[in-house]
Structures are given as structure tokens and as C-alpha cells.
């Protein structure tokens, strides 16, 4: 029976992924429902569903199940319970949007990919930065060879140090499944390998930084497949006035840099800018990415668009690995 035009979504998890992103965006998208708020803290997601207008609530899926109709569910708990929310969706017919980091173990990644071939259900990550204008700009630069043979790619997420201590289950690594490498390096790295096709890692050398129990500091240098050089910096404690985040590609006949975006091009008339025109502030973009996210999943669920397995998300997990093992042992790793 083919899925109706509007989507019911239900979500998992109402936390500040769900609170602040996602439920705005869902209750302003055209065809979607949001069917219910599934959270183990009852009382909490009772008081967000009366905020975001949401009929029913439960402490799990199956619950849920017995109360709305669904045809996608969002998964923003964290880490730890990833596997058990997609699981439990695949297991009610759902598809699945699976918030980042997908998981932390490369065989529980494999686990969930098999998993939604065999159910025949789309499982999504949400690397929401792969829907960002400027990054899908620089992309579209690198597969069009205006940059040339791609030399280095640099990848940093460094948000500044809080005024309070950060504390959450982003703090304890039984539930995040590492600090802030897997917190936003595994965005970082995500969005420095697409942008290349995802080429193999041949080799990495990483390094962890922070006294607690989970990093807040974090650089990665990798060698990839054709010699490109890459690397991946990450924090919650920068020292500045402001977050600092981009991305840049050195290759042998141009540059790209975001934010703010710049594309530079050898020609036979010397280095032209061919940046495309964009006047968007970064919260913009930001937001938009994740608009543009859920329209894309919104055509698998809907049938406009062929299931996809998305194997580089195991991969990803296996470099993340690898990074940690890097990092613990002290030494470069093969791949």
C-alpha cells in the first residue's frame, strides 16, 4: 500500500536535538504530522508536546504504536540507545531518520544498515552539514575539477567554552560513546570525506586532549587514497569571541573556503573568484540545511526517491575507531 502524501512522523527522544531543530521544523513542514513524542521521562515530554501542539506521548514506540500511526520515526536520543530506537522503528515498518553520531561501534552500524534492507525501510543519518549551501557549493566545485587534483582538505568544528560546565549525557561515555570526536568530529569527518566521494583511509594519526572522563579537544590527521592529506579539529573549549567553523580544499588549480564561502579558480587569464552568490547569515544556513534534510528523507518515505544503503556511514564509524585506537596506543594507524 503506498505511503500517503502527508508523513506521520514520531519522535524519539526530546531532548535539545528534538526541542530546538527538529520540532519546529516538522510542525512547519507542509503534508508532515509529527504522530507523537516517545521519551522515558514522561512528565518532560508531556510538558514539550503541549508546547509543539502533539496529541500523543508515551515512554516507548511500541506505546506509541498502540495510540498514532506512524510512517517515519526520528531517533534523537542519545548514542547509547540509537540501535535499540532504530531497531524497535524498523521492527513497527518505519522508516528512520537516526540522528548523528549514528553509533559508536562499526558493527552495530552494519547491524542497522543490514537490518533496514531487510525490513525494506530507508535509515538515514542526520549529516545535516551535507545539505548546507556553501558545503554542497564546495562539492559541486571539487567533482567539477575546477579545483584540479585536490591536494589537502581541512575540516575544524570548534565551539567556544561554555560559562557553565557542560554537563549531559554528552559527558559520559557510556552513553556518548566518546567525547567530542564522536560529538562533532564524526560530522566533521563525514562532511570532509563526502565532499571527496569518500575515499578510502589509508592511514591516521589522532590525538585527544582533556582532563575528565571524555575528551573536549581533538585533531586527526589522515592519509587518504590518490595522496590527499587531510585533517579534522574539534573542541568545546575554544578560547574566542565566537565559533569557529569551516572547511577548506587546496587542490593544484584552485581553493575553496566556507564559511564564508569563496571559490577560487586558475584560468588562463590568472585566479578568478566563481563563488555563487549567497547572502545568508550562518544561523540561516544552519537552519536551512536541516529543512533541506528533511525534505530528502521525506522522498524516501514518500516513494519519490530509491532506497539507499548507506554504507560510508559504516565506514565512518571504523575511521572513528580507528582514531580512538590511534589515540590510545599512541602511534599512527593503518587502515
Wanted: net charge negative; glycine share 8%.
Amino acid at each position: 500500500m503506498p505511503v500517503p502524501r502527508t508523513v506521520n512522523v514520531a519522535v524519539l527522544g526530546a531532548g535539545g536535538a528534538a526541542q530546538v531543530v527538529h520540532l519546529p521544523i516538522l510542525k512547519r513542514l507542509r503534508d508532515v504530522t509529527v504522530a507523537g513524542l516517545v521519551d522515558t521521562d514522561v512528565v518532560k515530554a508531556r510538558t514539550i508536546a503541549e508546547r509543539f501542539e502533539i496529541d500523543a506521548v508515551a515512554s516507548t514506540l511500541d506505546e506509541l504504536a498502540d495510540q498514532a500511526a506512524f510512517d517515519a520515526v526520528l531517533v534523537c536520543s542519545p548514542t547509547s540507545e540509537h540501535e535499540s530506537g532504530v531497531l524497535s522503528a524498523l521492527a513497527l515498518g518505519a522508516h528512520v531518520m537516526c540522528e548523528r553520531p549514528f553509533v559508536s561501534e562499526s558493527a552495530t552500524a552494519r547491524r542497522l544498515i543490514d537490518a533496514a534492507s531487510e525490513a525494506g525501510r530507508e535509515l538515514m543519518v542526520a549529516n545535516n552539514l551535507r545539505y548546507r549551501f556553501d558545503l554542497r557549493a564546495i562539492k559541486h566545485f571539487v567533482a567539477s575539477q575546477e579545483v584540479g587534483s585536490v591536494n589537502h582538505i581541512r575540516s575544524i568544528w570548534l565551539n567556544r567554552r561554555s560559562r557553565r560546565p557542560r554537563r549531559g549525557w554528552r559527558r559520559d561515555p557510556a552513553r556518548a560513546g566518546g567525547g567530542v570526536l564522536m560529538d562533532l568530529g564524526a560530522q566533521a569527518l563525514d562532511v570532509l570525506l563526502w565532499i571527496l566521494d569518500y575515499p578510502a583511509v589509508e592511514r591516521l594519526c589522532a590525538r585527544l586532549h582533556g582532563e575528565g572522563e571524555v575528551e573536549t579537544a581533538a585533531s586527526v590527521h589522515l592519509g587518504l587514497e590518490g595522496g590527499i592529506s587531510a585533517t579534522v579539529e574539534v573542541t568545546w573549549e575554544l578560547i574566542d569571541e565566537r565559533d569557529r567553523h569551516s572547511v577548506v580544499v587546496l587542490g593544484n588549480r584552485g581553493s575553496a573556503y566556507s564559511y564564508p564561502l569563496q571559490l577560487l579558480a586558475t584560468t588562463e587569464s590568472g585566479v578568478m573568484d566563481v563563488t555563487p552568490p549567497m547572502d545568508r547569515p550562518p544561523a540561516e544556513l544552519y537552519t536551512d540545511s536541516y529543512r533541506q534534510e528533511w525534505g530528502d528523507f521525506l522522498r524516501y518515505v514518500r516513494g519519490e526517491k530509491p532506497l539507499e544503503a548507506h554504507e560510508d556511514q559504516v565506514r565512518l564509524i571504523e575511521v572513528l575507531e580507528a582514531c580512538y585506537r590511534s589515540a590510545r596506543e599512541g602511534h599512527e594507524v593503518a587502515l
